[in-house]
């Protein structure tokens, strides 16, 4: 695998704390990658998201579209966001890195921060906007900037639209899945780790299709009830960092320990929060027969072969949790409007594609859907370097 094209450290002058920014590649001198705070980021992690995101822009790769892909970027804070000092460390790493963001480095929200949270420190930081470098390849920046606002400002049912498409995509790859596979949507179960921002858009399309989410998990443990839990009045009990009110839990719910989403009877297992989050040892406690990851890397290397051993299939983040990304450059390129009904349509069309592609490759291939979905980055990268020339 090659080196990433650049990689910095970076350590705030007042806490020691550290920061880091990733640019794995760069097309037409711009890449794409949000901002994660967590306490115990690494370099190494962020390395790894910034490779995973090269390959989220290649996938989506479309010859016809306006938007054409950016490189792999990422960055990472190394703090808890909910630490009291951790939205000034924000600013100022965002200060740190401003001539990256103005000039190659189109960032957005990641685990442990909101859109708005990084909106507000990147004005604080003397930005103009946390997008801005792309703004020279737009046809015209000032209607596409409205549109992409205007598309912010959208909410369905009590939640933005920037925190729904994500979930969106994810509920459509599994869905694709199961239609691969023949099984009907009523009757599927479902367990998820995580209810933020895609962790909870994935429960709210799931459900609304048919399935039924019987856990879901948050930093202060499971949530259960075989029954089907009430997934809406969850959401609405979630604090900025997606965290269950549990005076809102009916008598029914149970609270489980933080693992037990894991081994929830469930067919089908999305994991939305941390990296990592399945090994070699507790991925044996999984029964499911899917697992959607809507999180990056949640999965460790070893525990993938285990469980694709025993014919767990596992759809992979580079694919399944594309979908924000994408999102926020066919707003602004122009591919669809600050429109609710038209992102969601545009999301499920582009996702199932991806996802059937992905899984008709793995088998034709004889390789999990993963390989599979490196294959197909590995015969795009190619082509756009051809389009669009080496950056690195
Ligand atoms: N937000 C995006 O647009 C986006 C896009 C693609 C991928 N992702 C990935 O999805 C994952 C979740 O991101 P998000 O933006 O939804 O985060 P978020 O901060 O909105 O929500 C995180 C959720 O995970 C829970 N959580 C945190 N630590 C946990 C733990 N140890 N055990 C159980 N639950 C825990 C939190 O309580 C919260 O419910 C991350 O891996 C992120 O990189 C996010």
């Known amino acids: 695998m090659t080196a990433p094209l650049m990689s910095l450290t970076w350590t705030d002058h007042l806490t020691g704390r550290q920061g880091f920014l990733v640019v794995d590649r760069l097309v037409r001198g711009v890449s794409s990658g ?6 115990g980021c690494t370099l190494e992690e962020v390395t790894g998201l910034a490779r995973g995101m090269t390959m989220k822009e290649a996938l989506h790769y479309n010859p016809e579209g306006r938007y054409v892909p950016l490189g792999g970027a990422k960055g990472g804070i190394d703090c808890d966001p909910r630490d009291p000092g951790a939205y ?34 990147a004005a604080e930081a003397g930005l103009v906007s946390s997008v801005q470098a792309v703004y020279p390849l737009l046809d015209d920046e000032a209607a596409a900037r409205r549109r992409l606002a205007d598309a912010f400002a959208v909410e369905v049912d009590g939640i933005g639209l920037d925190e729904l498409v994500g979930g969106c995509g994810v509920a459509e790859s599994a869905l694709a899945a ?25 429960a709210r ?10 856990a879901v998990a948050d930093i202060k443990g499971t949530i259960a009830d075989p029954a089907g839990l009430d997934v809406e009045a969850l959401l609405a009990a979630r604090d900025a960092y997606g965290t269950v009110d549990r005076s809102a839990l009916r008598p029914e719910d149970r609270e489980l320990p933080g693992e037990a989403w894991l081994s929830a009877d469930a067919e089908v297992l999305v994991p939305a929060a941390v990296s990592y989050a399945i090994d070699t040892s507790n ?24 469980l694709a051993a025993r014919g767990v299939t596992v759809l992979p983040d580079v694919v399944v949790n594309s979908g924000t990304n994408a999102w926020w450059w066919w707003t602004l390129f122009g591919d669809i409007g600050a429109d609710a009904e ?20 793995a088998e034709t291939d004889g390789t999990t859907p993963r390989a599979a979905a490196h294959a197909l980055v ?15």
Do not use: C, K
């Not at 949000?34 to 306490?39: D, I, S, V, W």
């Not at 029964?287 to 285990?306: D, F, H, Q, S, T």
């Open 34 to 39: 949000g901002l994660r705070m967590r306490a």
């Open 88 to 121: 000034g460390l924000l600013v100022r790493y965002l200060r740190a890195m401003r001539p990256y963001i103005e000039s190659m480095w189109t960032t957005g929200e990641d685990l442990g921060l909101t859109q708005d949270l990084v909106d507000r420190a």
């Open 178 to 202: 199961l239609d691969r596979a023949g099984v009907p949507y009523a009757g599927t179960r479902v367990a998820v780790q995580g209810l933020g921002t895609m962790g909870g858009a994935t």
């Open 205 to 214: 399309f799931l459900t609304r299709a048919g399935l039924t989410v019987v």
């Open 283 to 306: 991925q044996e406690r999984i029964g499911a027969r899917w697992i959607v990851e809507a999180a990056n890397m949640p999965i460790l290397p070893e525990a993938e072969e285990l």
């Open 342 to 361: 038209a992102a969601f349509a545009h999301t499920r069309s582009s996702m199932r594609a991806l996802v059937e592609q992905m899984l008709a490759r």
């Open 378 to 392: 590995a015969d795009r990268l190619p082509v756009i370097a051809e389009r669009f020339g080496w950056y690195r």
